[in-house]
């Protein structure tokens, strides 16, 4: 036991604990004192931090390659038989682990800041590297204190990875998604920095903005990928239920998008710049708020995979506490400052911005509302309840029209004063009508019915798509981003409105159509896993009597935790998706059997990585300039 | 009479503006979330409340050992969800989530049936099994815990 993982691990996050203190102490104190040689160790500070948690992470994924059963975590989350690959997804397959991956995530966008901050001022890049060193002293106290990912156990009995997370999905989506969580607590740290030096301007909006686009675009391609490992693993269909885990990811993506907006209008004209700042403290707070909600337990969800009541505490303390004061510091600075009155015109290109910003922060505060009125009522003893989808469909469904109209408008306008001009406006028009004739067109060819709803929806869509050629060469990843939106929505739109589905009881030999196709259940066969066993069904997709595919859906087993698992089986397509899963065994061998026809459900993927891709593409353009 | 330059125009049609478009999204909303609310009961809290068919509720507990019955030649389901003080029959008809075994938790969301009024019938039309094995309804843990 003397050498056991667990005092190297434990040495190294007390090691990395004292460093975030010294990060966070030293520069405030050097910046009051006005002593460069403290506002000069943040940075070796920061770095020296990075390099201590980076090896407790490793040492964590060292502990899970080894099968070292004598830690808790390890124990509790693998397993003899569980295959390589998903050991390593086991790191931060629970609670203790995931939460050094968000440490280890801080540590590194840190360790960016480090690298990327040589031509700021001092002050600013130490003060920005000092509150970055309170959040992480914030984490590491409670990772150490509540849930130390080393803790060790005697003559523990392996409990392998929740089969739900053995999947190769599952390998990229919680970094990706911490990853821009993460994120925005550089943006966060940058914003208070300027506020605590009390010269938040134009400039601020001209450094963080590559920051917000990074944090944003990994967020996305995070809740992307979320989106589809629930399509093909949870075996329902769904590509977005809302729930509530689902919720706490997409709060901080809506508050970012609206900064996102806003820091372009700040940056070139410099007004907004208020509404900017707290947006910019609030999408942290949400990032925040976010792994509290699915990190304390306090929601009936389907995936919180990892909660313990008593976090719950710590983590909403720490959010009053950060939003409080830095909404503070933000009052406490406005009323200084009065910034000067400026005039633009209600079509001008900024006033499109800000209400873009204002509708994705109402959408944000409709789904806040929606995730968080059970746990307000039950916190109120108003009784226990949930807020179903079609709540968060019907509030949505406005703004999300108004959204794509202003979008459509974006490639039209000016910035200032000179805003809507005659010929702008004659040629906008003309694009609005076309896209609502192609709609009409359509929708009319192609499913032989007037559905009012899908129209309206796919002639805003199209207004979009067609309105943005015109920004392509000036504003390249503006115009892919909003084509990537538009992708998403198309997805959505015509995946719900024309999936099939059916739930039917078939034996084998028994035939079922579905569509244009028809699925023929040939036979269930045994099989055996490296860690479980199951039965795998066959069937034969055929259309117009032509053999397309077959289709292999499991039912496993996985042994040690004697948990069921459905695995389905797709046929994917450009255009639509053919899925099957297996339900249960019934009598006379025969099963109960699922089955979709998903329409145009790829785009709503494809759409969500092509929004992050133009994100990344615009940060090489900032990058390149830079140089 | 109060004279306003152009500036001081402007802010007050933003403030106006901005109240306008806040009560209709507040009034937006407050109409949605009463119509999707789904209140939560275990079986004696939902025999208490006592709601009219139709009404959707969400009813969560355990699922009783030895309760399962299907139906044969068809997807429909019989079972009783338990708190340990009442029981309720539940009707299902469709797949079943892996999760749902018995003796386990399960929340199933429907409403009641509307055939004899003597003998209440939950008719679910989604069921929902959290995705870990040791889930149960709070209160039905607070029940177990008092025992």
């Known amino acids: ?627 | 009479m109060l004279k306003l330059n152009k500036l001081q125009t402007r802010r007050l049609y933003y403030l106006l503006a901005l109240m306008l478009g806040l009560a209709l999204a507040a009034g937006l909303i407050l109409y949605s979330l009463k119509q999707n609310i789904n209140l939560f009961f275990t079986p004696s809290q939902a025999l208490q409340a006592n709601l009219p068919a139709g009404h959707r509720f969400r009813l969560g507990g355990q699922v009783k050992p030895g309760s399962v019955i299907r139906e044969k030649n068809r997807l429909q389901v019989h079972f009783i969800l338990t708190d340990l003080k009442r029981e309720l029959p539940v009707t299902y008809s469709g797949i079943l989530p892996d999760l749902f075994r018995e003796g386990n938790g399960a929340i199933a969301e429907g409403s009641w049936g509307t055939a004899s009024q003597s003998k209440k019938t939950f008719i679910a039309t989604e069921i929902l099994a959290k995705h870990d094995e040791n889930y149960m309804p709070r209160a039905m843990y607070e029940e177990l815990r008092k025992k």
Request: with cysteine.
């Open chain 1, 1 to 627: 036991m003397l050498f056991s993982l667990y005092y190297f691990g434990t040495a190294l996050i007390y090691g990395a604990l004292g460093c975030a203190f010294l990060q966070c102490l030293l520069p405030f104190y050097g910046y009051f004192s006005k002593n460069k040689y403290c506002l000069a160790l943040a940075r070796p500070c920061a770095l020296l931090q990075s390099l201590l948690i980076a090896n407790a992470f490793l040492l964590l994924i060292i502990a899970f390659i080894s099968n070292d059963f004598s830690i808790a975590y390890v124990a509790k989350n693998s397993h003899p038989s569980l295959p390589f690959f998903y050991r390593l997804t086991a790191v931060w397959g629970a609670h203790e682990g995931s939460f050094l991956l968000w440490i280890f995530l801080l540590n590194l966008w840190t360790t960016a800041l480090c690298f990327c901050s040589k031509d700021w001022d001092q002050d600013l890049r130490a003060l920005s590297l000092a509150l970055l060193g309170l959040i992480s002293f914030c984490f590491l106290l409670f990772l150490s204190q509540t849930s130390d990912p080393f803790a060790p156990i005697a003559n523990a009995i392996p409990q392998d990875l929740n089969p739900l997370l053995q999947d190769p999905g599952f390998f990229v989506h919680p970094p990706m998604l911490y990853a821009g969580y993460v994120g925005f607590s550089v943006v966060f740290a940058i914003t208070l920095a300027y506020l605590v030096k009390g010269a938040a301007s134009s400039h601020w909006a001209h450094i963080v903005r590559p920051w917000v686009l990074a944090a944003w675009s990994f967020l996305t391609v995070g809740i992307t990928l979320g989106s589809w490992w629930a399509y093909h693993v949870l075996g329902w269909g769904g590509f977005w239920f809302w729930d509530p885990v689902e919720n706490a990811s997409l709060l901080p993506w809506l508050a970012g998008a609206a900064l996102l907006h806003l820091v372009c209008v700040v940056e070139k004209q410099g007004r907004f710049l208020g509404w900017a700042l707290i947006l910019a403290i609030l999408t942290f707070s949400l990032s925040i708020l976010g792994t509290f909600l699915v990190r304390s337990g306090v929601l009936i969800s389907v995936h919180s995979f990892a909660n313990d009541p008593s976090r719950g505490a710590f983590l909403l303390l720490l959010l009053a506490f950060i939003t409080g004061s830095a909404l503070a510091l933000y009052i406490f600075r406005s009323l200084k400052t009065r910034a000067a009155p400026s005039l633009f015109s209600w079509t001008s290109r900024e006033a499109l911005l800000l209400m873009q910003s204002i509708l994705l922060f109402t959408a944000m505060a409709t789904v806040l509302l929606g995730t968080l009125y059970p746990l307000i009522m039950e916190a109120t003893g108003l009784g226990t309840l949930s807020v179903g989808p079609p709540y968060f469909n019907q509030v949505l469904f406005p703004l999300l029209l108004l959204t794509l109209l202003f979008m459509g408008w974006a490639p039209f306008s000016q910035w200032g004063l000179s805003g809507w001009t005659q010929a702008s406006g004659r040629s906008a028009g003309r694009q609005l009508l076309l896209s609502l004739v192609l709609a009409v067109a359509l929708t009319l060819f192609f499913t032989q019915q007037w559905n009012s709803t899908v129209i309206l929806k796919l002639s805003l869509i199209l207004w979009v798509l067609l309105s943005v050629k015109t920004a392509f060469l000036k504003q390249t990843t503006m115009a892919l981003a909003h084509i990537g939106f538009a992708v998403v929505i198309l997805g959505i739109v015509l995946s719900s409105a024309f999936s099939k589905e059916r739930e039917v009881r078939l034996q084998p030999g028994e035939t079922v159509a579905l569509g244009p196709y028809v699925f023929q259940f040939n036979d269930v066969q045994g099989e055996e896993g490296p860690n479980y066993r199951g039965v795998r069904g066959s069937f034969t997709v055929l259309r117009h009597h032509k053999k397309i595919t077959t289709l292999t859906p499991e039912k496993r087993i996985y042994s040690v935790r004697s948990m069921v698992m459905t695995k389905v089986d797709i046929y994917p397509g450009v255009f639509h998706d053919l899925y099957v899963a297996l339900g249960e065994p019934l009598s006379d061998n025969a099963w109960s059997v699922r089955l979709y026809y998903k329409p145009f459900i790829r785009w709503v993927w494809l759409g969500g990585l092509g929004i992050a891709l133009s994100g990344f593409l615009a940060l090489l353009r900032f990058a390149r300039r830079q140089t």
